[in-house]
């Protein structure tokens, strides 16, 4: 397998010779561990699997801190992490400023797994948003903390919108860089 992608006319970057095997865990800042457990475990129902309760030097804080993280597991053995610091000084300058503004995870799941946990979102009375993207159909729900968490089905034909946009990911790229706008995604639906 070529490990050179063209990423530009006239530059080569060697690519790693094995990608990254899955995400091991992304990890956000939270107010409140037993809140979010409540949210992830209870009303989604993403099992807590790892409690470790820490102290230590915090870089960006310029000092030692005690924090609790927990994960909670993705079946592909990925896993979502959350940060609490036992100070609120500590929360205030760590936690994610904007979550709301197009900062998100996303899951991708069955059709079965999809409606379950629409049922489950609206059974406590939680906002939901589901959007249609022609590529993915995603339901969107805020966490307590302001993380919005996505959850996505690939249509059946989704193996050949892949292969598609990987043989045209560079030169549409480089297009948008150039500024020409022109919607590519003739698989979402019209609204």
Same mark, same amino acid.
């Given at each position: 397998m070529d490990n050179t992608s063209k990423t530009a006319p006239g530059k080569n970057v060697k690519l790693l010779q094995h990608a990254p095997e899955r995400l091991h865990h992304y990890a956000?800042?939270?107010?409140d561990q037993e809140i979010n457990r409540q949210f992830f475990e209870d009303v989604l129902g993403?099992?807590?699997?790892?409690?470790?309760?820490?102290?230590?030097?915090?870089r960006l804080l310029g000092r030692e801190i005690e924090f609790c993280h927990t994960f909670f597991a993705v079946g592909d053995g990925s896993a979502l992490a959350f940060f609490q610091y036992a100070d609120d000084d500590a929360? *205030?300058?760590?936690?994610?400023?904007?979550? %709301? @503004?197009g900062q998100h995870i996303s899951f991708k799941v069955d059709q079965a797994t999809f409606d379950e946990l629409s049922e489950r979102i609206k059974a406590v009375g939680l906002e939901l948003r589901v959007i249609d993207h022609g590529y993915c159909k995603s339901l969107y729900v805020p966490s307590p903390d302001g993380l919005t968490v996505e959850f996505a089905i690939d249509p059946p034909h989704g193996n050949?919108?892949?292969?598609?946009?990987?043989?045209?990911?560079?030169? *549409?790229?480089?297009?948008?860089?150039?500024? %020409? @706008?022109?919607?590519?995604n003739d698989e979402r639906p019209s609204h």
């Amino acid at each position: 397998m070529d490990n050179t992608s063209k990423t530009a006319p006239g530059k080569n970057v060697k690519l790693l010779q094995h990608a990254p095997e899955r995400l091991h865990h992304y990890a956000f800042v939270v107010k409140d561990q037993e809140i979010n457990r409540q949210f992830f475990e209870d009303v989604l129902g993403i099992p807590l699997v790892a409690t470790w309760c820490e102290k230590g030097h915090h870089r960006l804080l310029g000092r030692e801190i005690e924090f609790c993280h927990t994960f909670f597991a993705v079946g592909d053995g990925s896993a979502l992490a959350f940060f609490q610091y036992a100070d609120d000084d500590a929360y *205030e300058q760590l936690k994610c400023q904007r979550a %709301d @503004r197009g900062q998100h995870i996303s899951f991708k799941v069955d059709q079965a797994t999809f409606d379950e946990l629409s049922e489950r979102i609206k059974a406590v009375g939680l906002e939901l948003r589901v959007i249609d993207h022609g590529y993915c159909k995603s339901l969107y729900v805020p966490s307590p903390d302001g993380l919005t968490v996505e959850f996505a089905i690939d249509p059946p034909h989704g193996n050949k919108i892949d292969a598609w946009q990987k043989s045209i990911a560079h030169a *549409e790229l480089a297009r948008w860089m150039k500024g %020409d @706008r022109t919607t590519n995604n003739d698989e979402r639906p019209s609204h």
